[in-house]
């Protein structure tokens, strides 16, 4: 009989194959007291520990192949300072000493010390960097323990593959795993920023995540099927409902091949409307899959991945040349940079030399984003410094994130000015005046919107935090991530506020939140006025698959009747006609 465990869908694709349950080598420790003569013993073998994980690391990073995603060495040197830190490195040895106890036990108590410490954070973000914590315990209990850090055996036969099944899985662990025959992940734990979730979707990788239980219900070798479009991990199942899996599992591989022919098709809907698809990027290097999708320019340069899991502040020309890239690839198409957009689920560490006040704990609300930014103007202008040099090479626009204040844009535009004067006295001329935008991800924005179209040249909607302020709901909270509603009566109306106003004031509004790679609501965006979308490239060719079919004036009534009610059913019964259009 079929067992159906539902989580959080993070990565789409459906997998096949048999689970394999890792167990946690931090089960079972002993737990021992040690005689004093033998406390340097237990303290050297936790020294030696820590020094073989760091060296897998270390290792990992140097053997990553050329075209790994870039966030991949990122999270695995985040890790290697996590573990460098003397809370784990040097405080499980002072409570041998202290407590006369072996070294494994040590370390689950001090683990246990640092869990309290985050779970005490109100923040989502730092919460889920309990992960971590936990992940790096884990590596370095089984160096203790001489346990096989990555259990799955190589590939025997070319169809045979694994569902790999655990309570966590860290991101060196997932790299150790990259040639080993892995379809899927399931986890106990985990959202949608969770460093899973991240390396699944730049893996490609189906993952399912926040399965409660999952690895302790689910029994080594049985079959697996993992959906992760549905966010379903499917055990035993019937041979018609593996069948059935089997024949969708093609008809995507299929569907994948024939979406490559739209690359060079232009944007054009059903009855001849013109579409901007545009692409989000983190890095310099994720510019190679957006032109291989055929972009028409970045939508959205999230710039402060350049500034994240490093102890210094990037410098001028360091970012430049981050910039400088992209713009040069896409030759001539349009590169928004977001500028620094630190808080909520994104931190930095620095050291002290580098160290500035850090955004509030309170990331959702305190000083973050653009508050941030206009709070340490040296960081400001260096990044605009960059910004604008690098426009030099081609169209650029820059898009300032959590706008809410008239004020806000004001000093903002006032710190552009400036640093293009800084540019102009170093003998670097910047004449074209540089576009300038906002995101529209504040209720204050979305309600106030002639603030912002009478003062900028652009909007971007991040619906993933316009929806999250509007609805009160932690979209990364298992707990309430289930009431996160994207199709919400307030959210579907300041959309189209929004969409609407821009197209009033004769300035371009685009959606670059993950609804805009939502193919379920493409034609929904479509009928509310949206002429441009901006995705991550694994996604831009089937919102365009979308686009081509689709004329608007069958659409447009529709939804419009959507607009004008607040009952989910009405709602629900539009969406469905407007997807059958």
Not at 153 to 159: A, G, L, V, Y
Request: aromatic share 4%; net charge negative; hydrophobic share 45%.
């Amino acid at each position: 009989m079929t067992l159906a465990l539902h989580g959080i869908s993070v990565s789409r694709g459906i997998a096949i194959g048999r689970a394999l349950v890792w167990g946690s080598a931090s089960h079972d420790v002993p737990r021992m007291t040690v005689r004093a003569t033998d406390i340097p013993r237990e303290q050297g073998r936790f020294d030696a520990a820590v020094a073989e994980v760091l060296a897998e690391l270390a290792s990992l990073r140097k053997d990553l192949p050329a075209d790994t995603p870039a966030e991949v060495d990122a999270l695995l040197n985040l890790h290697a300072l996590i573990l460098q830190d003397p809370a784990l490195s040097e405080q499980p040895k002072v409570l041998i000493a202290e407590r006369k106890i072996n070294a494994e036990w040590a370390l689950i108590i001090q683990k246990e010390n640092l869990v309290d410490q985050f779970e005490a954070i109100e923040d989502s973000y730092l919460r889920e960097r309990n992960a971590d914590i936990q992940q790096l315990v884990e590596r370095v209990m089984k160096s203790l323990r001489g346990a096989q850090i990555v259990p799955i055996p190589d590939r025997t036969d070319e169809n045979e593959s694994w569902v790999l099944v655990a309570h966590d899985i860290s991101p060196a662990d997932m790299m150790q795993l990259r040639d080993r025959p892995v379809a899927a992940f399931v986890t106990d734990v985990g959202g949608a920023t969770s460093h899973t979730a991240i390396l699944a979707r730049s893996l490609n990788i189906p993952a399912v995540v926040g399965v409660v239980h999952g690895s302790s219900m689910i029994r080594h070798g049985e079959m697996a099927v993992v959906d992760g479009k549905a966010g379903v991990a499917l055990i035993d199942p019937d041979d018609i409902v593996l069948e059935e899996y089997r024949r969708k599992k093609a008809l995507l591989a299929l569907s994948r091949q024939r979406l490559q022919r739209l690359k060079d098709t232009e944007t054009l809907t059903a009855c001849g409307q013109r579409v901007e698809l545009c692409a989000n990027i983190e890095l310099p290097e994720d510019v190679k899959q957006v032109v291989e999708v055929g972009a028409d320019g970045i939508g959205l340069f999230r710039s402060e991945f350049l500034f994240m899991n490093r102890r210094d502040w990037p410098s001028e020309d360091e970012q430049y040349e981050s910039y400088a890239t992209v713009v040069r690839a896409m030759k001539g198409r349009m590169v928004t940079v977001r500028t620094l957009d630190l808080g909520a689920d994104k931190t930095l560490q620095t050291d002290e030399e580098h160290a500035a006040p850090p955004p509030s704990t309170n990331t959702a609300l305190g000083l973050r984003s653009i508050r941030f930014c206009l709070a340490e103007p040296t960081i400001f202008l260096t990044q605009l410094r960059a910004i604008l040099r690098a426009s030099l090479l081609g169209p650029v626009r820059i898009l300032l994130p959590m706008i809410s204040t008239a004020r806000e844009i004001q000093q903002s535009i006032n710190y552009i000015g400036m640093a293009r004067q800084q540019l102009q006295l170093r003998g670097i001329a910047v004449e074209d005046p540089v576009p300038v935008g906002a995101m529209v991800e504040v209720p204050a924005a979305a309600l106030c919107l002639p603030m912002l179209t009478s003062r900028l040249d652009f909007l971007s909607v991040g619906t993933n935090d316009l929806i999250q302020y509007v609805l009160a709901i932690d979209r990364v909270d298992a707990s309430v991530a289930h009431m996160y509603d994207p199709l919400h009566p307030a959210v579907l109306r300041l959309l189209h506020d929004t969409i609407q106003a821009g197209k009033k004031a004769d300035i371009p509004v685009s959606v670059c939140g993950e609804m805009a790679g939502d193919v379920k609501v493409t034609r929904l965006l479509l009928g509310m006025g949206l002429r441009c979308f901006s995705v991550h490239a694994s996604q831009l060719l089937d919102v365009k698959e979308v686009v081509l079919k689709t004329t608007l004036p069958d659409i447009e009534k529709a939804v419009l009747r959507a607009l004008k009610t607040h009952d989910p059913a009405r709602i629900a019964l539009v969406m469905k006609q407007i997807s059958e259009a």
